[in-house]
């Protein structure tokens, strides 16, 4: 059995890392249609899929989605089947429950693997769903899990510290209620940045920026956020974005999600700031 992955997205610093360290084999999309399996994982909507979109949907392989994002419509019309938990913090844990069900134990490297999807995705088990946790004890079992605390050590490249950096000067800070929403504008790297505003301290936090024509933005919420204020950054926030401009693209998790709209940052903002004062039910003030 020959087994190869695609990386539709290319690979950044740290996953170019891992990638070495689990010696992935790259595959080119044409090598899609001599698949006769085709499993596509944390993917909640098929634009995600990039050029590689058209290749999955003329292959004869089964196609088999498995994911911890709410699905798109977009993604039903590519999947022969759906393997989803939304209460899940990651999908490695929902692969992992497939090979418990199965009886099958896990090799050493691939239960790295799962335990680096889990940590990553769950910062840390921070914001872990009690699955996660789970899973993890019995990971240990097959794994060391310093190995997979080194594999995650990594210093960030330059540019990122830059755009953090730049992302906190640039930030605008909003009351609403007694949460606070702090917004800025970055070019590059908004998944960190907005990352970065949380750890400074906000509840929820938003970095756009314009990038090859287009408008990014990513979301970022802490867990008592969420609960509290019922909102779900994916569902409420990224994908009702997406549908306000046209050809939008938006989703991700519950505290953790990005979309990509053709609009100006202006007009972003404003439909940011009244979906919040709708959902939340307050009135947004400036603060600084």
């Not at 595959?27 to 979109?53: F, M, P, Q």
């Not at 990553?120 to 794994?143: G, H, N, R, T, V």
Request: charged content about 30%; proline content about 2%; glycine content about 6%.
């Amino acid at each position: 059995m020959e087994v190869k992955v695609g990386l539709p997205e290319g690979l950044n610093l740290q996953t170019k890392k891992l990638a070495e360290y689990f010696k992935t084999e790259k595959a080119e999309k044409n090598y899609i249609a001599r698949c006769d399996l085709i499993l596509v994982v944390d993917t909640g909507h098929s634009s995600l899929l990039k050029e590689w979109l058209d290749e999955i949907l003329k292959a004869k392989g089964y196609k088999i989605f498995i994911d911890h994002h709410p699905i798109s419509e977009s993604i039903l019309k590519v999947a022969n089947k759906l393997i989803l938990d939304e209460e899940a913090s990651s999908t490695s844990e929902i692969v992992f429950q497939i090979f418990e069900v199965k009886n099958i134990k896990p090799s050493r490297k691939v239960s790295e693997a799962l335990m680096v999807g889990i940590l990553e995705d769950s910062q840390f088990l921070a914001i872990s769903s009690p699955l996660a946790i789970k899973s993890m004890a019995k990971l240990c079992d097959y794994s060391s899990l310093d190995k997979v605390r080194e594999l995650l050590r990594f210093d960030r490249d330059y540019s990122e510290v830059v755009a953090r950096l730049k992302g906190a000067q640039r930030m605008k800070i909003y009351k609403i209620g007694n949460w606070v929403f702090a917004y800025t504008e970055v070019g590059s790297y908004q998944a960190s940045v907005a990352r970065a505003l949380i750890n400074l301290g906000a509840n929820i936090s938003l970095a756009l920026g314009e990038a090859n024509g287009e408008l990014r933005g990513s979301f970022r919420a802490t867990p008592s956020f969420c609960s509290d204020a019922k909102i779900h950054l994916g569902r409420d926030l990224a994908e009702r974005l997406a549908k306000e401009f046209d050809n939008g693209i938006g989703g991700g998790h519950k505290m953790a999600s990005s979309f990509t709209v053709k609009a100006n940052l202006k007009e972003v903002k404003k439909v940011v700031l009244n979906i919040l004062k709708e959902r939340l039910g307050q009135e947004v003030k400036v603060i600084s």
